[in-house]
């Protein structure tokens, strides 16, 4: 019996990453379905635009003598007819300004606030009760999202919801920085951070045919019940099963930087290394928002009478796990021998090879529309787990939850509530324009900006830092875990004297440690 739990145990960690991924793709889920059921939601709830549009799919679109879209007043849009059988009806749409501050500001104002919170707690408070908490905040008001009657009784539930889901990034990426070594921390943060996209392209199936298949005549309430429920389990889960781990080498309580002086949040926010990176970061968010809100409303508005709804969802969930997956090892396999710049490079390429097929996949026919899609995915969705793993190797640790609070508060703010331009702008050069603009057009100015960010980062460490690596690797194999990126300031006695150790912060304003006593910094952590 012990040794079944020996051998368990050794699977505690791939278990915390499935059960805090789950719980993740539970919250985005919860989050982009209104994405997939504004249109039923619309209806109901009595908000947002009216348009003509298409509601009898026996006929192509080549068929019709005229585009349901091409009518903007109802008579004309009940009036049209093949055959004699009307093709058009005059109904909500789903999109408008309402729909655009549904889906973006009421959500995230709410999630990027309370994240902050959430990343000062979780550098001082139990982050495995935290989360559960968390996590039941955002699974109850998903439920109740089911039950709603009014417009402002789903916006208020989205902001409860937001601030449930808010720790879920801060809290468990300082979980798992803390329970997986450093050469698995790129990939490790991207098949958790995959999480937004799982949720995204789980939202396609079940937004569309769980609502059709009208379950207890619940319609479009019951996707909401339903994932509300599991994510309920999901909290019961992590209270009961998830421990809190070891926090990596905490040193002394005021916590000091390389060259002695207190560990500063604002110092380590405004090193130009961290601005550029939150400005790409947040200029990507917002390509990535901009399709994931306007995806599905965009393919029905265009191509009403082709059920795109598993194209979309295969494209998300299987091409860009892969390029999840492929993001995070690449990334893992180049730092080592380029230093952390080597993941800002990977970035910058990922993203500029991204940007052509992006605009293909708003151009296009439906066919083709996916092909690019799927092109485009593979590369596009690598860079969410490689950012974090910058930040978390940039920063020091106790300031890590903290600054994962803040980057994701300005990366939310930015590229989250930008997307509510696509509207206005739309009315001006059309809905497609719009999307092109803001969704493949700010993929390719992001490249350009993580391209930049490459050359405020350190780059290949010299042979003197390698041979010190080296002894610090056979070091922490003795021991039996990984101090290397997140150890802490600490002063320890030494021949009378107390000495500094350092933060491995790897920006360059930060001062390099100097040689005491004939050891290096580095090797005097190790003692």
Not at 205 to 215: A, C, E
Not at 298 to 321: A, H, K, Q, R
Not at 497 to 508: D, E, G, I, T, Y
Request: glycine share 10%; charged share 15%; with cysteine.
């Amino acid at each position: 019996m012990i040794s079944i739990f020996k051998k368990l145990s050794s699977f505690y960690n791939v278990y915390v990453l499935a059960i805090l991924t789950i719980g993740y793709i539970l919250g985005e889920l919860g989050h982009y379905l209104i994405g997939v059921t504004s249109k039923q939601t619309a209806i109901e709830l009595d908000y947002g635009d009216h348009a003509c549009q298409q509601n009898n799919t026996n006929f192509q679109r080549r068929e019709l003598p005229q585009q349901c879209s091409t009518v903007k007043d109802e008579d004309s849009c009940t009036a049209l007819d093949l055959n004699g059988t009307a093709y058009c009806e005059w109904n909500y749409n789903g999109l408008g300004i309402e729909y655009q501050i549904l889906a973006g500001p009421t959500f995230i104002l709410v999630f990027t606030i309370c994240g902050v919170f959430m990343g000062f707690a979780a550098d001082k408070y139990n982050r495995v009760k935290l989360l559960t908490v968390c996590t039941l905040v955002f699974a109850v008001a998903i439920i109740l999202q089911g039950t709603v009657k009014e417009y402002w009784q789903l916006a208020l539930l989205r902001m409860i919801m937001a601030a449930g889901e808010s720790g879920c990034n801060p809290l468990a990426t300082g979980i798992m920085s803390d329970i997986f070594p450093e050469h698995k921390r790129a990939l490790v943060m991207a098949i958790f951070n995959w999480g937004i996209y799982g949720g995204y392209g789980i939202a396609f199936p079940v937004g569309r045919y769980i609502t059709k298949l009208n379950f207890f005549d619940l319609g479009w309430r019951i996707c909401y019940f339903g994932v509300g429920i599991l994510a309920v389990i999901i909290a019961v889960l992590t209270g009961t099963t998830l421990k809190e781990p070891e926090r990596k080498a905490i040193g002394d309580a005021n916590g000091q930087m390389k060259n002695g002086e207190k560990v500063n949040l604002w110092k380590v926010l405004v090193n130009p290394a961290m601005i550029m990176l939150m400005l790409a970061a947040s200029i990507r968010h917002c390509g990535g928002m901009t399709f994931a809100y306007n995806a599905d409303l965009y393919y029905n508005t265009y191509f009403p009478e082709v059920d795109l709804g598993w194209w979309l969802f295969m494209v998300t969930i299987c091409i860009g796990s892969v390029g999840v997956v492929v993001g995070g090892v690449v990334s893992d396999k180049i730092v080592a021998k380029m230093g952390v710049r080597s993941r800002a490079f990977v970035l910058a390429i990922s993203q500029l090879i991204a940007t052509l097929p992006a605009f293909g996949s708003v151009y296009y026919e439906p066919f083709w529309a996916m092909v690019t899609l799927g092109s485009s995915y593979f590369f596009a969705e690598m860079w969410f787990g490689i950012v974090f793993a910058i930040v978390v190797e940039i920063v020091p640790l106790q300031v890590r939850s903290s600054t994962i609070g803040v980057f994701l508060f300005v990366m939310n703010n930015i590229g989250g509530n930008l997307p509510i331009l696509v509207d206005p702008i739309a009315k001006v050069i059309g809905y497609r324009g719009s999307i092109m603009i803001f969704y493949a057009g700010l993929y390719g100015t992001s490249s350009i900006l993580f391209f930049i960010t490459c050359f405020l980062l350190e780059g290949k460490p010299s042979t003197e830092e390698k041979d010190k690596n080296n002894t610090e690797t056979h070091t922490r194999n003795l021991h039996g875990h990984d101090n290397s990126v997140f150890a802490v300031d600490e002063t320890l006695p030494h021949n009378g004297r107390l000495a500094v150790m350092p933060q491995s912060l790897q920006m360059k304003n930060i001062e390099k440690s100097q040689p005491q006593n004939g050891l290096s910094a580095r090797e005097s952590s190790r003692l």
